[in-house]
Each structure stands twice: as structure tokens, then as C-alpha cells.
């Protein structure tokens, strides 16, 4: 019998690993590496983003704003925190209908950009959201009677009394009962640890991956018992296999913030998919403001040994949709397309070095207005028509995009980016140079080398590049055309060896080459 057992457990625990290291990949196709956030972009808009842009430049998804039906509020004018406040999980939001939804999906797949979505279960809508149908579907509800009949969900399925404070929010983050089982500024706390909960979240997410969708970004984890996130995965179903591998899990990767010193800590969630590295930006955002003494050349060891989590458990970014406003982490150490030169240049260290997987943040301008140091329009939703509804992305004759649109992903410097990383995929990071302050630059085995000046002088060095000879187009100042370029080439000697010079008045002063980029 104890033989038994302990065959038993065994099985259990190498299931639990196969559950949670197939939930840490991102299913990425065509040797494609890279995840884009289209932050609060319409369905109908992404579907042709997909096939006009994002395929012929080899990005490998998209993570889209939650497609959950949400509380509309007027006041003040749409905010896009409203997307983070479901009323229900039909499939119609300010991004567009169940339908839209559905042809998104497809269009995406067919041509292999996958979706994930941002999926919001740990609460619904916040106590004072009233009552009525504000709300994106038009479906009746009462926060204050916590009645959601669309779910449905009543005041039984909320935790009330598992908080222990006396206004029902979170009080004190050192505490991890009150991280987990109190509200989040008020929003209506789910209780996952009912089996009916459990299994109308995974019902939502399941009928979401039956449609097509490649995994899931899952908001506010730490606010989540460990234990009830895993019971709820364990019920997910294989993504479809229209367009993934059979026996395919979806790809998991979670919100915890942790910028070390937390209470709660990524570690309580790696085993159950990938984890968001918020360290990440906040630490290349000091390094290239050269702040608290910080210099480039500090980064021969970015990643793991910055005290980072593991690669395979990371999902790597410069700023999201919280912090690029001063949310979330990182304060006001977070670079943003607001510092597009700087924004430039850490996105391409990000794409060109080999740690965790990447996503680059795709946003709208908003009108800034600073009373002592703190943004009073950060709450501002996209760009609307005078009805409220968010406008289409209109994009330029340059492939720019307009109507207050800031397509970050579409900047000739960050899409070739996404190339190089594609390019060097799988190669090690080698070769290695820096002055020993912020210049600095490296290679990717023989397909990709890439040269930084972060300094007030002018870089003006040969390096061993480890690739074979030849002229290379630059794809930061330009682009390789037919048989020619149209920024800075750079010659290769036979014996890898290349001349980079790099004003520090350049407008981009950084220089990248790959192997695709040859003439």
C-alpha cells in the first residue's frame, strides 16, 4: 500500500510539472519570438493589424485588453481602468462584439499571430459601482447587493467574510490574508476557494481557448491564493487544435508585482506558468537614465544575475499600461514612448538580449497634467469619437499611426528589433565589449551584433562581431531594401572584425546588424 501511494504521488507531482512547463510556452510560430500589447485597440482593428503588419514582420502574438463585459462609467469620460471592472463574461466590450471578437481570433491564427488574453478573475466591479446596465453589454447588476446575474454570481461568492479588515479593502500589503482575501481598492474580491467560483472562471476561460486564443496574461495574481490559481488551470482544456499541436496547454504568464521585499513573491507562482519580471523595466529604466550611479556596462550580466527570476519563468518589458503611468512599479524610473530616444534604445537591448520573453508595449497619448509629481490624467481612455466609442487606429503613409495612436511596435527602430530577435533566436549572447561605462555591445553567436553609446562622447571602436564578412545594413538608422541600404552600413573583414562610430548626438545612437541584414 505505501509502495502504492508513494507511485501514487509520484505521478501527481510529474503531472503538476508537465501542467506547468507546458504553461510556460508561449506556442510562439514560425520561429517568432516576440508578444505585443495593443492596449485597448478594437478587435476589428487587430484582426488587421495582424495580417497587414504584424505577421510580415514576424511578431508572435498579441495580448489585448480584457474582452469581458465591464462597467461603462461616464465619469470621468470613459477610463480605461473601466476595462478592469467585469459586470459579466460575455464577450462584448468597448473593443467590440462577441463576433468581431471571434474573427479576430481566426484572422490572427490563420496568418500566426497568436491572442492571449488579459483575464480579469480575481474580483468583478468595485463596491460603488452602483447598479443598472452601465455597462458594455447592456446586462443588469448590483455591486452593492453584489448580484451579477449574468454569471451569475451572488454575495456568496465573494469574499466578505474572510477579510479582516474593517473597510473590507486591503489595509496592509505585509500582510498576505489581506493581500488575498480582502478587496483591491474596493473592487468586489472573488472567492476562488468555492468549487463554483472555480469552475465558472475556468468555464469563461476554456470557452475563450475553444475560440482559438493561445493562453492568457492574468491580472492582479498576488491578490490570488496560489493554490486556487492551480485548481483553476488544472481545469483548463488544450488550446484548439486548429491551429496549435495537439495535447497544447495554454501559455499562462501572471501579474506579480514584486520588486523584491514583498511580502508575497513570484516564487509562489512560477510553478504554474510564467511570471511578469516587473524588476526588469524598473531596473533598465535606472540604467539608462544613468541614475543612482548606475551605468550600462553594469549589465554584462542582466538577467538572472540582477537577481531576476529565472529566464524560462519570465515575461520581460520596459513598461506596461500601468507603469508607463505611474502605476504599478517601478515609479518614475519607467521609460516610456514620452522619452521616445531613450524608449528606443532600451527596447532594443531588451529585443537583443537573450533573457525571458518579450513584450513590447503598444500605446495612445493622453493629455499629461502634473500637480506636484503625480499625473492627474492618467485615468484617460483611448481616443474616442463624441459618443464614447474608442476611435479605429488610422496609420500614416509612413506607417505611423495617427488620431493620438503611438503604435510603438510599428517605429522602424523597434519593428526591426523584433526581426533581430527573431534572427538570433536560440544563439548565445558572446562577444562581449564596454568602456567601462556606457558604451557597450555584444553579439548573438554569428547571426546578430549590436553596438550602444549611452555616454556624452563619441564611440569610436573596432569589435570582433563573430559574423561573417561582408556589408551589413544598420537596421536601427535604416533598413536592408532589395540590395541596398537605406541607414548606416557597416563592413565586416573576413576576420569578423567591423568599425562602429556612434555620435552621442545621433539621433538613435545605438547600431544593430543580423545576419538577414547582409547585402
Known sequence: ER???????????????????????????????????????????????????????????????????????????????????????????????????????????????????????????????????????????????????????????????????????????????????????????????????????????????????????????????????????????????????????????????????????????????????????????KVFRKWDEEKLFYTRTWGEGWSFMSDGNAVVFVDNHDNQRGHGAGGSSIITFWDSRLYKMAVGYMLAHPYGVTRVMSSYRWNRNFVNGKDQNDWMGPPSNTNGSTKSVSVNPDQTCGDGWVCEHRWRQITNMVIFRNVVNGQPQINWWDNQSNQVAFGRGDRGFIVFNNDDWTLNVTLNTGMSGGTYCDVISGQKEGNTCTGKQILVSHDGNAHFKISNLDEDPFVAIHAESKI
Not at 502574438?61 to 460575455?90: A, F, K, M, T
Not at 466578505?160 to 473592487?187: A, H, M, P, W
Not at 516587473?278 to 529604466?285: E, H, I, P, R
Open 3 to 285: 509502495k502504492g501511494k508513494g507511485l501514487e504521488l509520484l505521478f501527481i507531482l510529474i503531472t503538476l510539472l508537465g501542467l506547468s512547463l507546458t504553461q510556460h510556452n508561449p506556442h510562439f510560430k514560425h520561429g517568432r519570438t516576440t508578444i505585443v500589447h495593443l492596449f485597448e485597440w478594437r478587435w476589428s482593428d487587430i484582426a488587421a493589424e495582424c495580417e497587414r503588419f504584424l505577421a510580415p514582420k514576424g511578431f508572435g502574438g498579441v495580448q489585448i485588453s480584457p474582452p469581458n463585459e465591464h462597467i461603462v462609467l461616464d465619469q470621468p469620460w470613459r477610463p480605461w481602468w473601466q476595462r478592469y471592472q467585469p459586470v459579466s463574461y460575455n464577450l462584448c466590450s468597448t473593443s467590440g462584439s462577441e463576433e468581431e471578437f471571434i474573427d479576430m481570433v481566426i484572422r490572427c491564427n490563420n496568418v500566426g499571430v497568436n491572442i492571449y488574453v488579459d483575464a480579469v478573475i480575481n474580483h468583478m466591479c468595485g463596491s460603488g459601482g452602483g447598479e443598472g446596465n452601465h455597462s458594455s453589454c447592456g446586462s443588469w447588476f448590483s455591486a452593492s447587493n453584489k448580484n451579477f446575474p449574468s454569471v451569475p454570481y451572488s454575495a456568496w461568492d465573494f469574499n466578505v467574510n474572510k477579510c479582516r479588515t474593517s473597510s473590507g479593502d486591503i489595509e496592509n500589503y505585509g500582510d498576505i490574508f489581506q493581500v488575498r482575501d480582502c478587496r483591491l481598492v474596493s473592487l468586489l474580491d472573488l472567492n476562488l476557494e468555492k468549487d463554483y467560483v472555480r469552475g465558472k472562471v475556468a468555464e469563461y476561460m476554456n470557452k475563450l481557448i475553444d475560440l482559438g486564443v493561445a493562453g492568457f496574461r492574468v491580472d492582479a495574481c498576488k491578490h490570488m491564493w496560489p493554490g486556487d490559481l492551480e485548481n483553476v488551470y488544472g481545469r483548463l482544456q488544450n488550446l484548439n487544435t486548429t491551429w496549435f499541436p495537439r495535447d497544447s496547454k495554454p501559455f499562462i504568464f501572471q501579474e506579480v508585482i514584486d520588486l523584491g521585499g514583498e511580502a508575497i513573491s513570484y516564487t509562489d507562482y512560477v510553478h504554474l506558468g510564467r511570471v511578469t519580471e516587473f524588476k526588469y523595466g524598473a531596473k533598465l529604466g
